[in-house]
């Protein structure tokens, strides 16, 4: 019973994925459509993360209040009626209108989930789930190039994917009673209790401290802001990138850009193997220098093959990055925080996905989109320093711990 709702949850990761990567895919034809500016898809996206911040910030109060297969439900079929929404909007306005319900319907069901996963289930768990998410984030470049190349219709890639999303949310529909049968055999033990559960920051006096004033927080959360931010900005100007200065056409370009996200769902199917022999830590420290050396590649003036190539390094550097952070979570802050600060962590990574994207855009509306690699490569840049300056911070904190037990133990 608990593997089936473990691939429920995989299939409702699938249904979280395949909406993120369409509007940066499609936003070319889409701009000549509407006779929009470049940075609009930065509003529409700013309009779609808020959403998400918003309803990941309520999250923990809507979990507890109506349970987590029942927001599943909701959010899924929330961001199908949005979907159809964007293949009938007939202007910019009713677009912005439709991307309000697609982003709320992300947020709670991605905290949950996420937490759930986190604290029931193992390391390898946590990057399987969010390959499926890769899935979704891959197929949907794919659905839309094709509709794009074919009929030159980015209503009809949007009308296809809504459809997707209403069978997913069928299946959610029929399968809601599973979840309350698992939460009633909840006593029984999904993974083995670690030795210390309450986290490496964990100190008895710091027992009712808030969750932001745990030493490591604000820089995990930093982590979480660059990351998203450098997912989501190469998913929505990584095709205006190749279109405008690598010369691509749209249909190649978007076939690119899904390798991106293959790239993403491939790495993130093979970290769930390599996490039975390696640390989350050194994972996501692999991973960050694999990304960072794959976006060297996009700005150095080489053919458009490497560009190619610099899109599936990055995709494959981020792969690990994400999940193990999550999964690291209780690890790091003990899991009687972990469900509050998970809440934070995926605020701030859409508050990333909110302000990053629309900030370039806005820099290469008034300058070039050339500066796309070189923002992507800073971001990086940023986000392996926050982690590793986190990483020494745990090393000395488990050290004293470790010297402290010894001592008592004496």
Same mark, same amino acid.
């Given at each position: 019973?608990?593997?089936?709702?473990?691939?429920? $949850?995989?299939?409702?990761?699938?249904?979280?994925?395949?909406?993120?990567?369409?509007?940066?895919?499609?936003?070319?034809?889409?701009?000549?459509?509407?006779?929009?500016?470049?940075?609009?898809?930065?509003?529409?996206?700013?309009? $779609?993360? #808020?959403?998400?911040?918003?309803?990941?910030?309520?999250?923990?109060?809507?979990?507890?209040?109506?349970?987590?297969?029942?927001?599943?439900?909701?959010?899924?079929?929330?961001?199908?009626?949005?979907?159809?929404?964007?293949?009938?909007?007939?202007?910019?306005?009713?677009?912005?209108?439709?991307?309000?319900?697609?982003?709320?319907?992300?947020?709670?069901?991605?905290?949950?989930?996420?937490?759930?996963? %986190?604290?029931?289930?193992?390391?390898?768990?946590?990057? /399987?789930?969010?390959?499926? /998410?890769?899935?979704?984030?891959?197929?949907?470049?794919?659905?839309?190039?094709?509709?794009?190349?074919?009929?030159?219709? /980015?209503?009809?890639?949007?009308?296809?994917?809504?459809?997707?999303?209403?069978?997913?949310?069928?299946?959610?529909?029929?399968?809601?009673?599973?979840?309350?049968?698992?939460? =009633?055999?909840?006593?029984?033990?999904?993974?083995?209790?670690?030795?210390?559960?309450?986290?490496?920051?964990?100190?008895?006096?710091?027992?009712?401290?808030?969750?932001?004033?745990?030493?490591?927080?604000?820089?995990?959360?930093?982590?979480?802001?660059?990351?998203?931010?450098?997912?989501?900005?190469?998913?929505?100007?990584?095709?205006?990138?190749?279109?405008?200065?690598?010369?691509?056409?749209?249909?190649? %370009?978007?076939?690119?850009?899904?390798?991106?996200?293959?790239?993403?769902?491939?790495?993130?199917?093979?970290? #769930?193997?390599?996490?039975?022999?390696?640390?989350?830590?050194?994972? $996501?420290?692999?991973?960050?220098?694999?990304?960072?050396?794959?976006?060297?590649?996009?700005?150095?003036?080489?053919?458009?093959?490497?560009?190619?190539?610099?899109?599936?390094?990055?995709?494959?550097?981020?792969?690990?990055?994400?999940?193990?952070?999550?999964?690291?979570?209780?690890?790091?802050? #003990? =899991?009687?925080?972990?469900?509050?600060?998970?809440?934070?962590?995926?605020?701030?990574?859409?508050?990333?996905?909110?302000?990053?994207?629309?900030?370039?855009?806005?820099?290469?509306?008034?300058?070039?989109?050339?500066?796309?690699?070189?923002?992507?490569?800073?971001?990086?840049?940023?986000?392996?320093?926050?982690?590793?300056?986190?990483?020494?911070?745990?090393? =000395?904190?488990?050290?004293?711990?470790?010297?402290? =037990?010894?001592?008592?133990?004496?």
């Amino acid at each position: 019973m608990t593997t089936f709702l473990l691939v429920i $949850i995989y299939l409702a990761f699938i249904s979280l994925g395949l909406p993120d990567s369409l509007l940066g895919v499609a936003w070319p034809v889409m701009q000549s459509d509407y006779g929009a500016p470049l940075e609009t898809a930065g509003l529409l996206f700013m309009t $779609i993360a #808020g959403g998400t911040i918003f309803s990941s910030l309520a999250s923990g109060m809507v979990l507890k209040r109506f349970g987590t297969g029942n927001v599943t439900f909701i959010s899924c079929l929330l961001t199908a009626g949005a979907l159809l929404g964007f293949h009938f909007a007939p202007s910019l306005v009713w677009l912005i209108v439709c991307a309000i319900p697609l982003g709320l319907g992300a947020g709670s069901v991605d905290a949950g989930l996420n937490d759930y996963v %986190a604290t029931q289930y193992k390391a390898h768990h946590m990057s /399987w789930l969010h390959c499926f /998410w890769g899935v979704g984030a891959t197929f949907g470049p794919i659905i839309m190039a094709q509709f794009i190349s074919e009929q030159h219709s /980015w209503r009809n890639g949007y009308l296809a994917i809504s459809g997707i999303q209403f069978t997913l949310t069928v299946i959610l529909l029929f399968t809601l009673p599973l979840w309350n049968r698992v939460k =009633k055999n909840s006593n029984i033990t999904i993974i083995e209790e670690p030795e210390d559960s309450k986290g490496v920051f964990y100190n008895e006096d710091a027992k009712h401290v808030k969750p932001l004033q745990i030493k490591g927080v604000k820089l995990a959360l930093i982590s979480f802001l660059f990351y998203c931010g450098v997912e989501s900005t190469v998913g929505l100007w990584g095709s205006s990138f190749l279109v405008n200065v690598k010369e691509l056409p749209v249909a190649v %370009a978007a076939q690119w850009v899904s390798l991106y996200y293959a790239g993403i769902t491939m790495g993130r199917f093979i970290t #769930g193997f390599i996490t039975f022999k390696m640390s989350n830590r050194t994972l $996501i420290r692999m991973g960050q220098i694999i990304a960072l050396a794959g976006a060297t590649l996009l700005f150095l003036p080489l053919p458009s093959t490497f560009s190619l190539v610099g899109f599936i390094m990055v995709g494959l550097g981020l792969a690990p990055i994400f999940p193990c952070m999550l999964h690291d979570t209780p690890t790091r802050f #003990g =899991k009687e925080h972990s469900q509050t600060i998970m809440g934070y962590q995926m605020a701030v990574a859409y508050t990333g996905s909110t302000f990053i994207p629309p900030l370039l855009g806005f820099i290469a509306s008034h300058s070039t989109i050339g500066i796309f690699p070189f923002c992507i490569a800073v971001f990086v840049a940023a986000m392996l320093l926050s982690s590793e300056k986190l990483n020494t911070l745990l090393t =000395k904190k488990d050290l004293l711990k470790r010297k402290d =037990k010894s001592s008592k133990a004496f």
